[in-house]
Antibody, heavy 119, light 107 residues
Framework: EVQLVESGGGLVQPGGSLRLSCAAS????????MSWVRQAPGKGLEWVAN????????YYVDSVKGRFTISRDNAKNSLYLQMNSLRAEDTAVYYC????????????WGQGTLVTVSS | EIVLTQSPDFQSVTPKEKVTITCRAS??????LHWYQQKPDQSPKLLIK???QSISGVPSRFSGSGSGTDFTLTINSLEAEDAATYYC?????????FGQGTKLEIK
């Protein structure tokens, strides 16, 4: 059974940093691109970042470029999102999602981890 | 950036009714359009991929159609458990984007 379990969310002040993790199991992690998708409270879904199987390609939505960094450790079956210079508008539930290739569907999602940016 | 516009934003429907949700893209995306269901306090679940391809485990009352810029998600014989928000998603080009969502309320 495919499982994606996010962790690392919490309350952080504006300008602060946070690192999210996603532990994957039930599939060959190194065979898939992976993504982060977020959802602000009461709002819709917004794609944040993608990373290729070997980490050689990474893509970001414009609003997080230069502030967020996606990475992965295939030996640990884990995906990460380092978030720096956080803003109030980054407040959201962050989902880890599996995607075979960046131009494919998100076929499995984690349960999400809430990030709140507030003073 | 490709903008996806869903309609309606909200719909109140009765069980056994047929429901149609549309998703319009700001430019042609071929068939690179996927549909998700999100129930309250849950993560999204893939319903339909590539406009019309069914997903294992998803009830057959869910179907999709369309290509280019206009797409439709159809739910035949709605059930109470279908109360949720539905999103379309385009994977034709980066940044991949989602529609704003359509909330279905069951009367």
């Amino acid at each position: 059974e495919v499982q994606l379990v996010e962790s690392g969310g919490g309350l952080v002040q504006p300008g602060g940093s946070l690192r999210l993790s996603c532990a994957a199991s039930g599939f060959t992690f190194s065979s898939y691109w992976m993504s982060w998708v977020r959802q602000a409270p009461g709002k819709g879904l917004e794609w944040v970042a993608n990373i290729k199987q070997d980490g050689s390609e990474k893509y970001y939505v414009d609003s997080v470029k230069g502030r967020f960094t996606i990475s992965r450790d295939n030996a640990k079956n884990s995906l990460y999102l380092q978030m720096n210079s956080l803003r109030a508008e980054d407040t959201a539930v962050y989902y880890c999602a599996r995607v075979l290739l960046w131009f494919r569907e998100f076929d499995y999602w984690g349960q999400g981890t809430l990030v709140t940016v507030s003073s | 950036e490709i903008v996806l516009t869903q309609s309606p934003d909200f719909q109140s429907v009765t069980p056994k009714e047929k429901v149609t949700i549309t998703c319009r893209a700001s430019q042609s995306i071929g068939s690179s359009l996927h549909w998700y269901q999100q129930k309250p306090d849950q993560s999204p679940k893939l319903l339909i991929k590539y406009a019309s391809q069914s997903i294992s485990g998803v009830p057959s009352r869910f179907s999709g159609s369309g290509s280019g810029t206009d797409f439709t998600l159809t739910i035949n014989s709605l059930e109470a458990e279908d109360a949720a928000t539905y999103y379309c998603h385009q994977s034709s080009s980066l940044p991949v984007t989602f529609g704003q969502g359509t909330k279905l309320e069951i009367k």
